[in-house]
């Protein structure tokens, strides 16, 4: 069983950043904290060439969710290389496409120093990714073609997210995390097209400067309460000195409540055992039920990764002030990375 540690008395939650910071400052200070919009101006023409060719990592990530499927697309930049990726998992029938392409030193891959505003695209050997900012949400544009082709004209409405800087070694991280994006569009994978209005969207936009090797836990899960309430949530561990503040959250038809830190427990020697997420105030009680360990093997040497992400349905109670909240199936995913990159 692996844990990130024990429950405890509720701790202490730092206060929220209220105003903009450059983020290295011109001083190279890096200010830490968490705040409910990016207020940190990214400054990457700072970095010193050898940081920005191997260390500095940066990522525009969307997962969508419905009952029954999965949707992940990327468009990413490590410095020696660039990827995007799109896959699609069918849980009923267990079924998956991925869509990779890469580009040597990043070339073709530019990524804003914003996530509340700059456009992505990617285009390489016919494939084409689009993340546009339009008003009150983000559209999101795919055509892949070939044998298992994937194409895709969504619609991301805007909602409550949270952003945090933490120090990590001699660099840092930095992200912004939104999820229960509602979802209009459609999506056709496989010769197969799927209506995705309804579905619920969640936003994983990373910049920083990362240690060559690397862990973190990451959970996530989006869709209506028993109620009709949308809910979200955002829970992680292991991404740096978290002290300043957290990206752990919960959102309820838009209202974010700012959780402590949160402890992981699960089995790496049977990773679809169910996993466990409590915090350490007593507010959250979850456990998710894996239904499919979407498992990207180990790829071993100096650069290399290790993900295994359950995609499956939470079940538990979170408690805001005096409300109970009951979690029952809400579509989700937990997940472990190592990374040497």
């Given at each position: ?8 008395a ?22 830490a904290?968490?705040?409910?919009a ?22 525009d ?10 949707v ?20 009923a ?13 990043g ?49 991301l409405?805007?909602r ?9 070694g001699?660099?840092?991280y930095?992200?912004h ?5 509602p979802?209009?569009?459609?999506l ?7 209506d ?5 969207a ?15 836990q990451?959970?996530?899960a989006?869709?209506?309460?028993a ?28 209202a ?19 996993w ?15 239904r ?50």
């Amino acid at each position: 069983m692996v844990g990130s540690g024990a429950a405890v008395a509720a701790p202490h939650r730092p206060a929220e950043l209220a105003h903009d910071v450059e983020l290295p400052t011109a001083t190279g200070e890096i200010v830490a904290g968490w705040a409910r919009a990016p207020r940190w101006r990214y400054r990457v023409d700072r970095l010193a060439p050898f940081t920005r060719a191997l260390r500095h990592k940066a990522w525009d990530f969307y997962g969508i969710t419905t009952a029954d499927l999965y949707v992940a697309v990327a468009v990413a930049n490590v410095g020696y290389l660039g990827t995007a990726f799109v896959q699609v998992v069918d849980l009923a029938a267990g079924a998956r496409i991925d869509r990779v392409a890469v580009t040597p030193f990043g070339r073709g891959v530019a990524l804003p120093a914003s996530s509340a505003r700059g456009d992505v695209a990617f285009a390489q050997r016919g494939a084409r990714i689009a993340f546009t900012h339009v008003p009150g949400g983000r559209a999101i544009s795919i055509d892949w073609p070939g044998r298992r082709a994937i194409r895709a004209e969504l619609a991301l409405d805007d909602r409550a997210g949270i952003a945090v800087v933490f120090p990590n070694g001699r660099g840092y991280y930095y992200n912004h995390k939104v999820p229960a994006m509602p979802v209009r569009g459609w999506l056709r994978a496989g010769g197969t097209r799927r209506d995705l209005d309804g579905a619920f969207a969640t936003l994983d936009w990373g910049r920083g400067v990362w240690p060559h090797a690397t862990f973190w836990q990451w959970a996530t899960a989006s869709g209506r309460l028993a109620d009709g309430r949308v809910i979200g949530l955002n829970l992680g561990a292991g991404f740096g000195d978290t002290r300043a503040g957290s990206e752990n959250m919960v959102t309820i038809d838009g209202a974010l409540h700012p959780l402590g830190p949160i402890d992981f427990a699960y089995q790496p020697q049977a990773w679809r055992a169910p996993w466990r997420l409590r915090d350490r105030a007593g507010q959250v009680d979850l456990v998710l039920e894996p239904r499919l360990d979407n498992d990207a093997g180990r790829v071993v040497g100096p650069i290399g990764a290790e993900l295994h992400q359950l995609i499956g349905r939470y079940r538990g109670a979170i408690t805001l002030g005096g409300e109970r909240v009951i979690i029952d199936g809400l579509p989700g995913w937990a997940e472990q990375l190592r990374a040497w990159w």
